[in-house]
């Protein structure tokens, strides 16, 4: 019997070893990681905090403290009690000052809450110019308040300011616009929403443009003409905005002073005098920084409950 003898078949080659790189440095650690991006958040903050602090917290801290002393630059304070604000209440034009500051209000309200929305809705349905009408609208806001208020305190003079100019020309009676008892009030708010009203027509535009168009494609489809699209589609879709401008524009024009301080004087008749001019008048006219603070105090009391109510009367609402 023949037998065949085969070799084995040699094994395989081992692979040659892979070098591996040498191991990175170990990651930090995930709380120094946050750490340090807390410190850093913490070091950008610092600065506006240091700001507030000197410039907002510590006068209106300091004014509440001197509300209730007797308080002379250059002499130590005495403390009074509440007898500055007893003083206060008893000046004749303390109520003059509250009245035509809500008069005011309720004025600059109708006028600068109405009129913004609609240059709004205006600028928002144009085609064509439309950043050229944004400019034109915001050229006031850009004008220093003083230069502004001069600007129109020339445009109401009675013998050659334009307003009567104007009226002369189209044979029309004249007014006596800011220096007229009845009607310098009124004056002043037309000045303050001309003044303002350009910022608040941009963030009306801004609001009315998130609208989807959806919603007013299926109101036409509805049949709803322009102002029931207004009524039942855009004033329900900026109800937030329109709600939130509302009480920053209450609580701006109550304390209203550069358009009675530079225009007025807080004339005809104390007609114009407000609150804040009516600080300004003890304070540096009458050296009597109690009173002053006195009325600082009031006035924020007064702005802190009604922004309290209104936020609960609306919350309650939503």
């Excluded at 322009?226 to 879709?237: A, I, S």
Aim: proline share 8%.
């Amino acid at each position: 019997m023949r037998t065949a003898s085969r070799d084995a078949a040699p094994a395989p080659a081992a692979p040659p070893p892979v070098k591996l790189p040498p191991p990175d440095r170990a990651p930090a650690r995930p709380w120094r990681r946050r750490l340090a991006d807390q410190a850093a958040a913490h070091g950008f903050l610092l600065g506006g905090v240091l700001c507030f602090a000197l410039f907002s917290w510590y006068p209106a801290i300091r004014s509440l403290v001197i509300a209730f002393q007797k308080y002379t630059p250059g002499s130590d304070p005495e403390w009074v009690g509440t007898a500055n604000f007893t003083r206060v209440f008893g000046d004749p034009e303390f109520a003059a000052a509250w009245r035509n500051t809500a008069v005011f209000t309720a004025l600059a309200l109708l006028l600068g809450f109405a009129v913004p929305f609609l240059m709004a809705l205006v600028l928002n349905e144009l085609r064509h110019a439309r950043a050229f009408f944004r400019i034109v609208v915001y050229l006031p806001v850009m004008i220093p308040p003083v230069v502004s208020a001069l600007l129109w305190k020339w445009f109401y003079d009675p013998g050659a300011g334009l307003a009567n100019e104007s009226l002369r020309a189209l044979h029309l009676p004249t007014s006596n616009w800011s220096n007229g008892a009845d009607t310098a009030l009124i004056s002043l708010v037309i000045v303050a929403t001309w003044a303002n009203m350009g910022g608040t027509v941009l963030i009306y535009l801004a609001a009315l443009q998130s609208i989807p168009g959806e919603l007013y494609e299926a109101a036409e489809l509805d049949g709803a003409n322009l102002l029931q699209r207004v009524r039942h589609v855009t004033v329900p879709q900026t109800r937030f905005i329109l709600l939130m401008l509302m009480l920053l524009q209450i609580i701006a024009t109550m304390q209203v002073f550069t358009e009675p301080f530079v225009i007025t004087g807080g004339g005809p008749e104390n007609s114009t005098v407000t609150v804040l001019y009516l600080i300004y008048k003890y304070a540096f006219l009458y050296n009597d920084f109690g009173g002053a603070c006195a009325l600082s105090v009031l006035l924020l009391l007064a702005l802190g409950a009604f922004s309290a109510l209104y936020l609960r009367l609306t919350r309650t609402e939503d």
